[in-house]
């Protein structure tokens, strides 16, 4: 079609999205481009504009690393994440659920762990914690034989794969449930962390006014064949920021409490104040399947400088 007038440009596109053979796609790229345009159309967008929007996205591949996914982390903090995860869980968003964001730090291949061992490969500053989940069925019935990937931030709010001091998968492994769907391993209480600000996330919240921390947070995700995997986050329901999370991803179902003990820990070597955590996680009948991971590798060199933006 040769184009006569704005209104053309979108009718034109559309038409070439409608060769498409496959009908998911075509619905997807067709409703895209109808939203793209008329976000256009709506904010009678600049040239000027438009050619700083094209810079924010080429700068997301850019800084996408091994290491680091900005793409992911944006994702986030513009609630992308969390709608997403809202609108494919709990009966397809119709009934709580305990699925969450995957965030931008999960590895694949975490190392395999027996029940009641601990996930702490190196020295890592943080008070004990003994940390006890089940898996169940919508039922109700324990789960067993589930595959279940935990990973967390630091006692100082440092994943792994950010910190060169830490040790390679630290604070990252894989348990097995039992006959009644149980989990249990020792770890570290963690901390609330910024996100990193150094790129397109940190110059979008800045010009919000916006803070860039994640209240504190254990990662599950939980495997098994016949059920829709499930990412998971447990949140410490003493963090300060769990109402304006940067991610949006705090909900009422996933927030917990960390039990204060004082008598002798469950593991004789832990001595003085230790936490206890217990969680419960429904999963769905579905597909197991196994997104991209997010990072695949480990960062060398200096550990990075912690940046906190203020909220205005």
């Not at 700068?59 to 793409?71: C, R």
């Not at 659920?97 to 975490?110: D, E, I, Q, V």
């Not at 919240?205 to 254990?218: D, E, T």
């Not at 769905?284 to 400088?305: C, F, H, W």
Request: glycine share 8%; aromatic share 8%; charged share 20%.
């Amino acid at each position: 079609m040769i184009i006569g007038s704005q209104d053309d440009v979108t009718k034109a596109v559309l038409e070439e999205v409608a060769r498409a053979s496959d009908p998911r796609f075509k619905e997807l790229l067709s409703a895209a481009v109808r939203h793209l345009h008329d976000f256009a159309r709506e904010t009678r967008l600049t040239e000027a504009e438009f050619h700083k929007i094209c810079g924010y996205i080429a700068k997301l591949g850019q800084l996408t690393t091994p290491s680091h996914n900005e793409v992911v982390l944006v994702a986030g903090s513009l609630g992308l994440s969390s709608l997403v995860c809202l609108l494919n869980n709990g009966d397809q968003g119709q009934t709580e659920t305990t699925a969450n964001l995957m965030g931008p730090f999960w590895r694949m291949n975490s190392p395999s762990v027996e029940n009641g061992g601990s996930i702490l490969r190196s020295e890592t500053a943080g008070e004990p914690v003994f940390v006890d989940a089940w898996v169940r069925d919508r039922d109700g019935k324990p789960v067993a034989g589930a595959e279940v990937d935990v990973w967390q931030a630091s006692g100082e709010g440092f994943y792994e794969n950010q910190d060169p001091t830490q040790a390679d998968m630290n604070l990252r492994g894989k348990f097995t449930t039992d006959d009644q769907g149980h989990i249990w391993f020792r770890t570290i209480k963690p901390q609330g962390y910024p996100i990193p600000v150094s790129g397109v996330a940190g110059e979008l919240l800045r010009a919000q006014g916006r803070h860039n921390m994640r209240p504190a947070h254990i990662h599950f995700m939980i495997y098994k064949p016949g059920y829709k995997t499930q990412f998971s986050q447990v949140y410490s329901s003493d963090d300060p920021h769990l109402e304006t999370d940067v991610q949006f991803g705090v909900t009422r179902a996933l927030v917990a409490d960390y039990e204060c003990h004082t008598e002798p820990a469950p593991d004789p070597a832990v001595t003085g104040t230790w936490y206890s955590l217990e969680r419960h996680f429904i999963i769905e009948p579905g597909d197991a399947m196994l997104p991209n991971p997010p990072i695949t590798g480990k960062a060398s060199g200096e550990r990075p400088v912690r940046t906190v933006l203020a909220r205005s």
